[in-house]
């Protein structure tokens, strides 16, 4: 079932740079089902099945966003840093797991309290700056013993949960959601075309691994499987974000106000059509913000053609993001039955 797969990848523990966690389930998923896997030096794993000349990279990227320990004073409170794009009022009281040297640690993320906050300061967003860790110690040396330094990378804890319906509920769907549809769409696809699952790392610090990986693999064309904001809950319009859950895949025509990707439309109408002729329900994005794996491949050797291919996803970069089963298990059918042929490039 795509539910269990995905409650074990959101479960799994893997910032940018560390995603040996993430990468290890994949590897055991697809050992087997696939020709080939293959770890490149920057971390990327590559999962090829063999056929013609024609080649497809779908990329989907395994990191998570977190901290990393930046400094520790004296009284062993910990100074953090982001890795990839927070919102400071959403890490304010989380509880994280340290990944020192000697195994996990827990540890609480404190600010100021608004007990004592002035009245112009309680009017502020609390930024990551203010923030820092408390793992329970009273020393930096006690910190030490803990095996924890500067750079220890740090995650979230937090656990996945079904919600009402085919809804579910975790860290770090963005983007094992997009992980999760590869690893299916591998499983099952039958294509007489050659296929690279690249599951890439370092997207949510600028698209480094997709980067390496597209040059190297040189694809006649690439999909971005993601998430992506619907607009169907309070606080936001669909004149904003015009998709919503339920209502199966999205293809992205234009991600960042096209200052990210114009998706290719060759790639677009392959996609359309497979859905139409499948009967497969999708759904089509004009986005104003947010970039995929996609934007920095199609930009690749002479231009790849590319689309990022995603599934919506309430409450990005937080602890608790939400996606609908559904919409995912449309996404893998919809893969596997366009990677059947290819685009008209």
């Not at 793992?135 to 803990?146: C, P």
Request: with cysteine.
């Amino acid at each position: 079932m795509v539910k269990e797969l995905l409650r074990r990848l959101s479960d799994a523990h893997g910032v940018s740079s560390n995603e040996g966690s993430v990468r290890d389930i994949i590897r055991a998923e697809l050992t087997g089902s696939v020709d080939e896997i293959a770890e490149d030096t920057m971390g990327n794993l590559i999962a090829v099945k063999r056929g013609d000349d024609f080649s497809i990279m779908i990329a989907a990227h395994m990191d998570e966003i977190g901290l990393m320990v930046q400094h520790i004073d004296e009284k062993g409170f910990i100074g953090i840093v982001p890795l990839g794009g927070w919102f400071g009022p959403v890490l304010y009281s989380q509880r994280v797991i340290l990944h020192g040297k000697k195994g996990p640690v827990m540890g609480v993320i404190g600010a100021k309290p608004p007990h004592v906050m002035k009245e112009e300061e309680r009017k502020r967003e609390i930024k990551i700056e203010g923030m820092f860790i408390d793992v329970g110690a009273t020393s930096d040396e006690e910190v030490g013993n803990l095996g924890i330094e500067i750079g220890t990378p740090i995650t979230i804890d937090r656990e996945f949960a079904e919600l009402a319906g085919s809804r579910v509920t975790g860290k770090a769907l963005d983007n094992r959601v997009g992980v999760a549809m590869l690893i299916r769409t591998m499983q099952q696809v039958k294509s007489p075309h050659t296929i690279y699952g690249v599951f890439t790392v370092q997207e949510e610090l600028g698209l480094k691994g997709a980067k390496v990986s597209a040059y190297s693999l040189n694809p006649d064309c690439a999909i971005a499987t993601d998430v992506t904001i619907p607009g169907d809950h309070p606080g936001i319009e669909k004149k904003d974000a015009s998709v919503e859950m339920g209502k199966g895949p999205v293809l992205v025509l234009v991600s960042a106000s096209g200052r990210g990707l114009m998706a290719d439309p060759r790639m677009t109408a392959w996609l359309r059509e497979t859905a139409e002729k499948s009967g497969i329900p999708y759904q089509l994005e004009v986005g104003t913000g947010g970039n995929t794996d996609a934007t920095i491949i199609h930009l690749e050797r002479g231009g790849i053609p590319s689309i990022p291919f995603s599934i919506a996803a309430r409450y990005i970069h937080s602890p608790a993001e939400v996606v609908d089963i559904g919409d995912i298990e449309a996404g893998v059918k919809l893969l596997v039955e366009a990677l059947a042929g290819k685009p008209a490039l």
